[in-house]
């Protein structure tokens, strides 16, 4: 038993030291901010061409009265922003399009109590990129900043 276990943690650490062209994606936790309209985290940063795994929590109580779903939708220029969340709030029932190619990285919507992820690269140009929940009312509250250095 002991024999097995020490197998399997030599191999793990071979792999988590194997010279770093094979790096491990940067996981990013981010939930909403209890019921609110809210992320708990409003800016993180990454490494510019770097593998990011966001990771999404729908913390709203599931006795929570009424709909309330939260997604993530970074956008490659903030510029784009404001036509690509009227098309999630008027026809995507919340959610852009999956294949906006404006779009840096999305998640599905997560309702109550549900996780959603997605895995991508971080732009390879530094700066600050906005992201939002694009549910219908709530990106004005429910956004922040993946900072790219
Ligand atoms: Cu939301």
Redesign the pocket.
């Known amino acids: 038993m002991f024999k097995k276990i020490f197998t399997i943690t030599s191999i793990l650490l071979l792999i988590g030291c194997g010279g770093g062209s094979t790096a491990e994606a940067t996981i990013v936790n981010i939930g ?1 901010l209890g019921a609110e ?1 809210k992320y708990d985290v409003e800016e993180f940063t990454v490494k510019a061409g770097s593998k990011v795994t966001i990771v999404m929590k ?1 913390n709203t109580p599931s006795d929570f009265m009424g709909a ?4 993530i939708v970074i956008f490659k220029n903030e510029s784009d922003a404001a036509s690509i969340i009227e098309y999630a709030e008027d026809y995507g029932g ?1 959610s852009p399009m999956t294949n906006d190619n404006r779009i840096l990285a999305m998640t599905s919507l997560a309702d109550k109590q549900q996780e959603t992820s997605v895995e991508f690269t971080a732009p390879s140009k530094p700066g600050r990129y906005l992201y939002v ?3 219908i009312a ?2 004005g509250s ?1 956004r922040g900043y993946m900072i790219v250095e």
């Open positions: 909403s309209m729908n309330m779903q939260h997604n919340g929940c694009t549910y709530h990106a429910m």
